[in-house]
Each structure stands twice: as C-alpha cells, then as structure tokens.
C-alpha cells in the first residue's frame, strides 16, 4: 500500500470563477484511481474514479459528447 499524498490541480482552462474540480493524476498508476474533489471545498469528500472510466469521460468531453454548458 502506498502513502503518496495526491497532488490536486486544476484544469489551465479552469478560470471561470471557482466553478472547478480538481484531480490528482500521480495516483493512477499505484492505486489504477482517479482522485477528485471540488476546488470550493478541499476538505471535502473525494470521488474515486477508476482510471479507465476517467479516461473515456475526459475523450466524451474532447468529442463533444456532453454538449456546453
């Protein structure tokens, strides 16, 4: 079991106000996880995403499949 901490960013596209998610990628390849939490709150609970999963809604987003908002 690994104790690395996660390194949270934010997208370099991410300036509409605080509007954002952060994600931390450096724990992908130990724990196959895709942290991410709410930038308004970073104390706040986490969501786990599986890599895989996280990799087919970041290429629906680049496809345009989820429309604008």
């Not at 991410?14 to 724990?27: K, R, T, Y």
Request: hydrophobic residues 40%; contains cysteine.
């Amino acid at each position: 079991m690994t104790t690395e901490s996660p390194r949270w960013f934010t997208s370099s596209y991410s300036d509409n106000g605080g509007q954002c998610v952060e994600i931390a990628i450096n724990l992908t390849a130990s724990r196959g996880v895709v942290p991410v939490r709410d930038s308004k709150s970073p104390a706040g609970p986490v969501l786990n995403v599986a890599a895989g999963s996280f990799t087919s809604f970041v290429a629906g987003v680049r496809a345009g499949e989820f429309g604008t908002v």
